[in-house]
Structure formats: C-alpha cells, structure tokens
C-alpha cells in the first residue's frame, strides 16, 4: 500500500444515521474496541466525533476480511468502506457491514493506556501518554469546548471593537514584585518569563488604542502544587481606555455570559458526554465586599484577618455560602498591585474587583492607576523601585487616559465551564511544580 495515497473519508462516525440505510459510506478512524464471537465479529470505528459500530456476520462478509478485522489490533489505524444499516442493536441504532476494509497503520500492543475508559488510570499515567489519554471521548470533549469558549471569546471582542495584541514574553523585570519569575538566559544577561501581560497592556493605552485583549501565556515561578495553580497558564487580558472598575466588570459579566450561550449551542454534544448543564447567569453578577467576606468567613469558624488575602480555606468557607460567579470588591491596597487606583475618599481602600466562581478565583481586575506621580508614589510604598519601570512609567507622562482591565485565567474559567477538579484536566501539556514532558 503507498504511503502517500491517504485514504479519506466520506463521512465522520456521528454524521451516519439510520436514515441513511443502504448507503455506500466510508470511514477512516482508529480500533476502539473489537469483539469476536466467531461467527461475526463486530468492531467499533473512533473517530474524531464518535463511535460507529462496524458488524462482519459471515454469512454477508468474506474470511479473509472478518480475518483482517480480527488482527487489525486495539488503537491501530484504519479504512472501513461499507454499507449503511439501520439496527436497532447497534449504539445510534446504525452499523456499517464492511465491504472494504484497511489497516492503515498498527498499533502496538499493549497500550500504555486504555482509551475506552474502562480502566481507571493515574492522572501522571495518563499525562505520560496525554495523546492516547486525548483520544477519549470524555478528555477530548474538554478541549472542543476550550476551542468553542476560546471562538466565542475572540468574536466577543471583536464585535467589541478590541484590538489584539501579542506583547512580550520575554521580559527584564518583574511586572508587580512579589510573584517568584522565571529567570532565563538572555545572551549575557538574565532575563524573566512574563508573569502577565499586565504593563504591556496599559501602555497601550498610552498608544491610543484605547481597547485591547491579549490571549497568551503566563509564567508563574510559585512553588504552589494545588488543583487550580499551573506553572505556565493562559491568561485572556483586557484594558479599556475611558472606563472605571465598574465598566471592565460588565464586560466581564458579558463576556461570562456570552460564551456560556455560544456553548449551549454549538457544544451540546460534549456537555452532554462531561453531563454537564450550563445554566446561563443573571447579570449583574452580586458584588460582596472584602469586608463582608471576612464576615462570612469568620462565620463559618475560619480565620481571615484584615489586609490577609483569602487563603484555601477562607475560598473554600465562601464558596459554601456562593453559589455561582460572583465579584468580590472593595479590596484593601495594600494586597493589591500598586498599579490599582485607590479609592480617594478612603485610600487605605481601592478600585479592585476578583470575580470568583464558587470557591474559584477566574479573574482578578481594577481600575488603573493614569497619574505618573501617584504611580511613582505606590511604586515606592511597595517597596519596589521605579527606576526598573522607566519606560512603563514613562508612558504615563505625556497623555494617559483613565483606563481599567482585567485577566481571566483560560484554564481557570474552564474549570468552572466543565466542573472538573484538577486545572491540569484543561490544558493539553501541564507544566507544574513536577512535571515539564512531555
Ligand atoms: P491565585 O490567588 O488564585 O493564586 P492570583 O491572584 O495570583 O491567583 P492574578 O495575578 O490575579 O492571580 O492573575 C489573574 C488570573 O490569572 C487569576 O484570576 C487566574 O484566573 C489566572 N491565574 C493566575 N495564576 C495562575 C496560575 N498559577 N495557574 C492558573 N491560572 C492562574
Ligand atoms: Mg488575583
């Protein structure tokens, strides 16, 4: 067989229907499962869409192919050309009796991994072998929806009026202190992986363009090893000129609901396979302060201090009292970046908002800072020296408009479409505190 005639198909599994009973098909796919009872031999054909039940009864099909069929081996590479036939029996109420039938390419035996989710397997077995673990029905139905949401993300801000941006990743200096970077080396210097596209974004607010989203990576060095921290994540980044806090946290609020009616429509078929129901938010989400999530915390018996950021437990004791995605607003300065403009009445507050899902942070946002001097002023009582944000702070001097923005984590906000557990569940090669292959 010549390697570079490739074989195609006229159809995918789940476009075959009983209707089409008598019909001429041909499929191209992988071995999900075969099962022999001598006198027929019935495999099932995986596809990127689904399973399609393969039937060889030998009083309809020949030996040597029901032979073929018999060896073609689990995962192995195939070509089914056949007809249609409507059965009751068969999964869909359709089977395909081979007329034709191809290995394309064998498998080897035995698999590192079953794909038919019979057998349970570790989550660092599975990652070993991520592409095999993708071919499951239930693993790949995560990565159409992150697709759909992703799709639906980007038509969002365009209809919006956005402009994308791409900004560096390779960067001199920490965007906000604090967060452990990624040093690398930069010819004869050290340089750092972005943590966020955060300083990028404003100064293109200097530049004028006035609405801007990035969709890119963010590394961050923390030693953390939870279930919602990865070491390199996707991050979506907006910043929007002539807007407060209050506008950027309706476009969150849009943008949220916006794709969870995109993927009721177009990802009906995976939401089902992860039984999952989208229920579509109200708007405006409810705000709750910093104030009063220490109230809610302490309530339930775990202690968050004044000026603390919410630790595990106090997200966890909230997320019992939340039920949905919510914002948390009125945050102290002092835990947040020194970019975030304070509020002028009550500086020791400031314009910064986290929207949560449950007990799940997704994006942390605010209105920015736009005077130079005050910028300088927080710079320093951070601690951090405005000399390595020169030309950051330079933008800030001839024309800078009121400006607000936020990052949503992909993965994060993938969590909280799919309900998964893990944050390494949606995202195709992890990077955690242990794992960097494949
Ligand atoms: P957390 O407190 O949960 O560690 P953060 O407040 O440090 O998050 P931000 O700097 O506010 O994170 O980043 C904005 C968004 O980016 C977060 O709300 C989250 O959705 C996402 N994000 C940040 N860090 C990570 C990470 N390590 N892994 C996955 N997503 C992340
Ligand atoms: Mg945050």
């Keep these: 067989m010549s390697m570079i005639n490739v074989k195609k198909r006229t159809h995918y599994s789940d476009e075959i229907t009983p209707?089409?009973?008598?019909?001429?098909v041909s499929l191209v796919g992988w071995v999900h499962e075969i099962r022999d009872l001598g006198?027929?031999?019935?495999?099932?054909?995986?596809?990127?869409?689904?399973?399609?039940?393969?039937t060889a009864p030998s009083k309809k099909v020949d030996k040597e192919l029901m032979d073929k069929m018999r060896k073609s081996g689990k995962e192995s590479v195939i070509f089914v050309e056949g007809t249609v036939k409507e059965s009751s029996k068969a999964p869909n109420n359709v089977e395909i009796i081979p007329t034709n039938f191809e290995i394309i390419n064998k498998s080897k035996q035995p698999l590192p991994l079953d794909t038919t989710g019979k057998v349970k397997a570790e989550l660092d077995t599975r990652l070993d072998a991520r592409f095999l673990d993708l071919r499951k029905l239930n693993v790949n139905a995560i990565f159409k929806i992150r697709n759909k949401m992703l799709n639906s993300v980007r038509k969002f801000f365009e209809e919006n009026g956005f402009i994308e941006i791409n900004t560096p990743k390779l960067v001199a200096s920490a965007t906000e202190g604090g967060t452990a970077l990624f040093p690398v080396t930069y010819f004869e210097r050290e340089a750092f992986l972005g943590q966020s596209p955060q300083l990028y974004k404003q100064m293109m607010m200097a530049a004028g363009f006035e609405k801007v989203y990035e969709i890119g990576p963010i590394f961050r060095a923390e030693e953390h090893d939870t279930l919602?921290?990865?070491?390199e994540a996707i991050s979506i980044d907006i910043e929007v000129s002539f807007a407060n806090h209050e506008d950027v946290m309706k476009i969150?609020?849009?943008?949220i609901v916006r794709v969870i009616e995109d993927l009721n429509k177009s990802c009906k078929k995976e939401l089902k396979i992860l039984n999952k129901k989208l229920e579509v938010p109200e708007t405006p989400f409810e705000r709750i302060t910093y104030d009063e999530v220490i109230e809610i915390v302490n309530s339930k018996g775990v202690v968050l201090e004044y000026g603390e950021d919410l630790s595990r437990a106090a997200e966890k004791a909230l997320g019992e009292?939340?039920?949905?995605?919510?914002?948390?607003?009125?945050?102290?300065t002092s835990i947040k970046p020194f970019y975030v403009m304070p509020n002028e009445?009550?500086?020791?507050?400031?314009?910064a908002f986290d929207l949560m899902y449950k007990d799940l942070e997704i994006s942390s946002g605010a209105m920015r800072i736009h005077d130079h001097d005050l910028l300088v002023k927080r710079i320093k009582e951070q601690d951090l020296n405005p000399e390595s944000f020169k030309y950051y702070l330079d933008a800030f001097k001839y024309g800078m408009p009121?400006?607000?923005?936020?990052?949503?984590?992909?993965?994060?906000?993938?969590?909280?479409?799919t309900g998964v557990k893990n944050i390494r569940e949606t995202i195709l090669f992890p990077r955690d505190r242990r794992r960097l292959t494949p």
């Design 19 to 24: 209707d089409m009973d008598g019909k001429k």
């Design 39 to 54: 006198g027929i031999v019935f495999l099932l054909l995986r596809d990127r869409e689904g399973i399609i039940q393969v």
């Design 228 to 231: 919602r921290h990865l070491n």
């Design 252 to 255: 969150l609020e849009n943008l």
């Design 321 to 332: 009292e939340m039920d949905n995605y919510y914002f948390i607003i009125d945050w102290p």
């Design 345 to 351: 009445k009550n500086p020791e507050k400031c314009y």
């Design 402 to 417: 009121p400006h607000a923005g936020w990052g949503l984590g992909a993965e994060r906000f993938m969590m909280a479409l």
